[in-house]
Each structure stands twice: as structure tokens, then as C-alpha cells.
């Protein structure tokens, strides 16, 4: 199972995954602003110098890819 919380977000952004992926997180241009390959488990995205704004999390595994849009309150 596959886990992107909370949304909104605040300080920190947080995902959940089972199996081993490639997770990548886009401002509102399209520019990659994060990204970390071959992660498993909890992540923690410390999301204080985001700005405010919606950002999309891509996440891709072996067998499919996520896509979830969030939101960044200041």
C-alpha cells in the first residue's frame, strides 16, 4: 500500500511505500525539486523551504506509477 500525507501540507511531507521506487516531487513548473531512487519504506520531506503553491509527487515502482497533486500552505 502507498501513503502521501498529510494534504495539505506544512513542514514536512510524508510517504509510505512497499516496495523499492523512484519518488520525485514538482514545483508548479515542472521543475524537479526533489528527488530520491531506490527508497523503500517511511520517507520524511522536509518541506519548510517549499513555497506555498500545489505540487505533484510522482511516484514509480517496478509495476506502476503514482501520481498524487498536493498542497503547500504557509
Given at each position: 500500500e502507498?501513503?502521501?500525507f498529510p494534504n495539505p501540507i506544512d513542514e514536512k511531507?510524508?510517504?509510505e511505500l512497499k516496495e523499492i521506487s523512484?519518488?520525485?516531487v514538482f514545483?508548479?513548473?515542472g521543475e524537479i525539486i526533489?528527488?530520491?531512487?531506490n527508497f523503500n519504506g517511511k520517507l520524511e520531506v522536509n518541506t519548510h523551504?517549499?513555497?506555498s503553491g500545489i505540487y505533484t509527487v510522482m511516484i514509480?515502482?517496478?509495476n506502476e506509477t503514482s501520481?498524487?497533486?498536493i498542497i503547500k500552505l504557509n
Open positions: 502507498l501513503k502521501v511531507l510524508f510517504i523512484l519518488v520525485k514545483n508548479q513548473k526533489y528527488s530520491i531512487d523551504d517549499f513555497s514509480f515502482s517496478k501520481k498524487y497533486r
